[in-house]
């Protein structure tokens, strides 16, 4: 059974930095590309990043580029998203999701996704 | 402002067909497949609908899901109470080297 676990959530200033985890199980890890969408309180999701299987390709939405980063260990079956200068349009519910497809990493068909961990940037 | 431009509400009622639209251009919807996604209150997004048409195992088939040039579409037939939740379509975007989702539908079963 495929499972995906996040951690790492919590309460942190502005400008401060939180890494979320995602542990995944019940798949070959290194096979398929991941990514982390968030969702803002009351509103529709926002992809934030994609990462390949190999861990070679990464792309970032724009409103995170350059101060997230995602990253994976293939060995630990887990997915990482640094974040740094955290500003309070971040809060959200951060969810890591499996892509559907073998191999690429270009089309969101997400069939897995984890519970979500919630991030609140706020004084 | 979403880069794909879904109606912000629907509503049918039991037994009616409802569909969904969504907008985009040549950069997401005109040159990648769609896919659509289900999301429940409090509940993680689910997968309904992939490359433009497909489903996944366990989505009935009153769920479909067709594309036309820069625009996509679900539609849902048969429509039950249970199917009263949010629902996104979303993309790969060549111009932005990113996925690109839909602003989301409340669909209400009245």
């Known amino acids: 059974e495929v499972q995906l676990v996040e951690s790492g959530g919590g309460l942190v200033q502005p400008g401060g930095s939180l890494r979320l985890s995602c542990a995944a199980s019940?798949?070959?890890?290194?096979?398929?590309?991941m990514s982390w969408v968030r969702q803002a309180p009351g509103k529709g999701l926002e992809w934030v990043s994609v990462?390949?299987?190999?861990?070679?390709?990464?792309y970032y939405a724009d409103s995170v580029k350059g101060r997230f980063t995602i990253s994976r260990d293939n060995s630990k079956n887990t997915l990482f998203l640094q974040m740094n200068s955290l500003r309070a349009e971040d809060t959200a519910v951060y969810y890591c999701?499996?892509?559907?497809?073998?191999?690429?990493?270009?089309?969101?068909?997400?069939?897995?996704w984890g519970q979500g961990t919630l991030v609140t940037v706020s004084t | 402002q979403s880069v794909l431009t879904q109606p912000p509400s629907a509503s049918g009622t039991p037994g009616q067909r409802v569909t969904i639209s969504c907008s985009g251009s040549r950069s997401n919807i005109g040159s990648n497949y769609v896919d659509w996604y289900q999301q429940l209150p409090g509940t993680a997004p689910k997968l309904l609908i992939y490359?433009?048409?497909q489903r996944p195992s366990g989505v009935p088939d009153r769920f479909s899901g067709s594309k036309s040039g820069t625009s996509a579409s679900l539609a849902i037939s048969g429509l039950q109470s249970e199917d009263e939740a949010d629902y996104y379509c979303?993309?790969?975007?060549?111009?932005?080297?990113?996925?690109?989702f839909g602003g989301g539908t409340k669909l209400t079963v009245l």
């Open positions: 490359s433009n048409n």
């Open positions: 990462i390949r299987g190999s861990g070679d390709i990464t």
């Open positions: 999701a499996k892509r559907r497809g073998f191999n690429g990493y270009d089309q969101p068909d997400f069939d897995y």
């Open positions: 979303a993309a790969w975007d060549d111009s932005l080297n990113g996925v690109v």
């Open positions: 019940g798949f070959t890890f290194g096979s398929y590309a």
